[in-house]
Each structure stands twice: as C-alpha cells, then as structure tokens.
C-alpha cells in the first residue's frame, strides 16, 4: 500500500490523460477563485495603493540588500515556521497541514504526470510521501478540528457546528482521509469498495479546490 502508486492502478480504465486534465482544472479553479476573490474584495487595489502610501511617507530608501533580509526572514519566520500564529498548537497543527499539503499535492501531479506510462514503474519514495503527506493533512487537520476549532468551554462551539469559512478545512480533511482510504481498499483487493471511495475522494477534492472563493478566502 504505502509503496504503490495508487493512480497507476485505475489508469487501466481511466486514461492518464483524463487524470492530468483534472489536475490542470484544479489549479485553474484555484486561480480563478483566487483572482474572482481578489476582484471582489479589492485586495489588489488596496495593496497597491497602500504601497504608494509607504514609498511616499518613507524617510529613507530601503537597499535591495535590505528588502531580501526582510523577505528571508518573513519566510522562514512567517510561513515556513507559522511563526505568525502565537497558539502552540494552531501553530503545530498548521505546520502539519502545509507540509502535508505540500507533500500530497506534489506526489500526487508527479505520480500522475511522470509515472502512468504502461510498463513504467513508480519508484517507491512517491507513494510514500504521498501516504506521509495524507497522513499529515488528517493528523493536523483533525486536531484543528476537534481541538482548536472546537472550543465548548469559551465559546461554545460544536464540532459539529458548520459555518460558510469551514468548507476549506472540512473538505481538505474529506479529501485526505477518502483517499487513504481508498488506497487502503485498492490495497486489499476490494475493487468495488475502492472505486467508491475514488469517486468520493474526486468529489472531495472538486469541492476543496472548486470552493477557494467560498471558503479559505471568503
């Protein structure tokens, strides 16, 4: 299981070709709903302008030297640590989810893109990460959920009180734990089960990335 491309599998009656497609869609999709919500909300406009507010009022220039320092250290502070969260948890379990975003949606384009080719094989490491990367998105996502998201004793919210913002996180963990699981029934041979679950883990993921405007950006 933890070894083998499970995209390999099914391409004996779903064309590569249909594969790599959706993936071109789901990015299309990102990017339109990132740019519509950019649109809707001004967001451009408002940077831009308070950018020329900046240079105006600036008392001196800044070097180039200067501004690479800046975004270096706004990287590895900011985003590559979640330094910005101050919560030790959120902060752990957002790690958790980027990285495993970043692992599962990379493996995911290489297995398809790169190793769907009949008589090719995928070297193992792929499929690993992609399980890794999977298993990251649930452990991180689900602690969000049932522990930092959910907070009865303050606020009094349910786990299972759904508001409009939480499509993203519900429909991310949807995505990874469908298909872990369906990986885990290709695994065992239950055929049926399997394609079930892909069907259900390609609903997930249409939602997750077909929903960026109305959900991780609304």
Known sequence: ML?????????????PIAMQLFIILMVVLVVGGTVLDMIHKKSAKYFFENAEKAKKTATRDVSSA???????????????TAGEFSNPKRRISHIFMMYGFILFAATT???IFGYLTPGE???AIWPLLWHLGAAMLCF???WFWFSIRVDV????AKWYQVHNQDLF?????????LALIWSFL?????????DIFFILFVMAAIVLFGGVYFSKFA
Request: glycine share 6%; charged share 10%; aromatic share 6%.
């Open 109 to 111: 384009a290489i297995m």
């Open 66 to 80: 200067e501004k690479t320092s800046l975004a270096v250290k706004v990287l590895t502070n900011e985003v590559m």
């Open 153 to 156: 004793n303050s606020e009094g």
């Open 169 to 177: 996180i519900l429909s991310l963990l949807a995505t990874c734990t």
């Open 140 to 142: 991180g996502g689900y």
């Open 186 to 194: 290709q695994s065992i041979g239950s055929a049926t089960a399997a």
């Open 121 to 123: 094989s995928t070297p």
């Open 3 to 15: 070894t083998t491309n499970p995209f390999a599998e099914i391409s004996a009656y779903i064309p």
